[in-house]
Structures are given as C-alpha cells and as structure tokens.
C-alpha cells in the first residue's frame, strides 16, 4: 500500500470513529426553544402578590432574605429597596434584582437565586349550569383546562348550554376579555369550532360561565 493511501485510510477511520462515538464531525443544529403543545400541562410561574419569596444572593449572607411580594407587587431588599418582581417568571425577578444590585453600584457581578417559600392562593370562579359552582383552586406546577374546572364543579347539569362556555379574564390594563369554549364538543370528543379555544389553560381569578340551554 502507497504512503498515499495510508494516509487517506488513516483519515477515513478517523472520520467514521468520530461518527460513531457521536462527536461533532458536523455543525449540530440548535434545538428550537421549547413551546407546549396544545395539550401540554406545562406552565411557566409567573410571581404572584402575596408569594413568599427567598432571596438569595452569593456569597453575600447579609443580603439574602425571605420576603412577601407586597400589595404593590413589589419585594422590599436589602440596600435596594423595593424591587417590582409581580408577574415576572423566577428568571426574570432574578434578572432584576440582579440589575438593582448592579446598577446602584453596591455589587459588581451580583448572582441571585429565588426560590418560593409560600405560594399566594389561586382560584378560578365556575358559575352557571354546573353542579356544583363555586370557586376551583388552580394547581401550581401544571395547567388547568375549561374542561377541567367544570369537572371538579362536579360536571354540567341537564340544561346546561356546553357549546358556550365563556372565560372572563382581566387583563393587565384592566379591561376584561371573554373566550367562548365549546366544552360539548370536547366531551363528544369532537374538535370544537374555529372560534372556540378549547385548548386555553386558566390563569387566577378567571371567571368561567356555562349558560343555560333554552328548552
């Protein structure tokens, strides 16, 4: 065999073994940020009045706490003074504190970590044609559904109009937006209509309302 190809052959076994222990021999393409399907139950944390919060900040004892999210939404730290964290996810809060720290030059390379000690209560309102109406508690770590709500109000009574279903939900604005979901054609395991969103997940203080099918 020629220098030549001892050389190529060299190379081929190199190529083929980097292959098959998985190495980068090529560019890998970067995987796409996560995004939950229609029927996903993962949710992100969005921070709450009245969570309880831990503070945390490396290496730095003295400013590490554990704080309540105020009725302003704000969380009163350390040399910082209120901070506004409510309806940021964790990472966010974190981010801002960070920044406080940063900005008002009491730490150069602040590194924060929150954790919720104690989550504020969460409930949905299901009123109208069900059995039971009343006020649902919302669960921490997973989504709840329409569907889901009206069953644990103990389902929808014989005269219930399950095709028009609302969702009344406030908007940070303060304006009110209304959904309609048709829950009937969930439960015929149909696809509902076009202008229904049977895959909405509630968020706290949603009002959900089944109308009364007139006879």
Not at 81 to 89: L, R
Not at 151 to 165: C, H, I
Request: glycine residues 6%; neutral net charge; charged residues 20%.
């Amino acid at each position: 065999m020629t220098v030549f190809n001892k050389h190529w052959l060299r190379r081929g076994l190199l190529l083929l073994t980097l292959l098959l222990v998985g190495q980068v021999a090529y560019p890998q393409p970067v995987p796409p940020a996560f995004r939950p399907g229609p029927n996903s139950r993962a949710i992100t944390y969005y921070i709450a009045l009245t969570d309880r919060l831990r503070v945390a900040v490396f290496q730095e004892e003295d400013l590490s706490t554990i704080v309540r999210v105020d009725a302003k939404g704000r969380v009163n730290l350390p040399l910082v003074g209120p901070i506004e964290v409510v309806g940021m996810t964790i990472e966010g809060a974190q981010e801002a504190i960070q920044n406080a720290y940063r900005d008002q030059r009491f730490l150069r390379n602040p590194q924060v970590t929150i954790a919720v000690e104690e989550y504020a209560a969460r409930e949905v309102i299901v009123q109208g044609e069900v059995l039971q109406p009343g006020r649902i508690p919302l669960p921490i770590e997973s989504g709840m559904t329409v569907l889901d709500a009206i069953t644990k109000a103990g389902g929808l009574t014989d005269v219930a109009r399950g095709e028009k279903v609302t969702v009344t939900r406030k908007l940070p604005d303060g304006t009110k937006a209304v959904t309609t979901v048709d829950v009937a054609s969930i439960l015929r395991g149909r696809d509902s209509s076009t202008d229904t969103d049977s895959s909405m997940l509630l968020l706290p203080d949603d009002i959900v309302f089944v109308p009364i099918r007139f006879l």
